[in-house]
């Protein structure tokens, strides 16, 4: 089987996507870094690859990364 990237090819980092996360809820929670013990990870920036998709399935990238979060957080909290 194939598997694919749907996302989109709009680099960020883990951080990023956690206060873009975090900033939709009132009070806003803390984001804790490193936490484990005694690993330290360096910051990289995560980059889904979209090409097969792009090729195989015409894939048009329509929704930015903070859009895309907004409405899944409001589709989630309507169906909880």
């Known amino acids: 089987g194939q598997y694919y990237n749907i996302g989109n090819d709009q680099g960020s980092t883990l951080i990023d996507m956690a206060r873009e996360v975090a900033s939709h809820f009132k009070p806003e929670p803390d984001i804790i870094l490193n936490a484990a013990i005694g690993v330290v990870t360096p910051r990289s920036v ?8 792009r090729r195989n399935f ?4 329509l929704t930015d990364t903070s ?8 589709w989630y909290q309507a169906w909880k």
């Open 46 to 53: 995560a980059v889904p690859d979209t090409t097969a998709a």
């Open 67 to 74: 859009t895309s979060i907004k409405r899944t957080l409001m």
């Open 58 to 61: 015409n894939l048009t990238i």
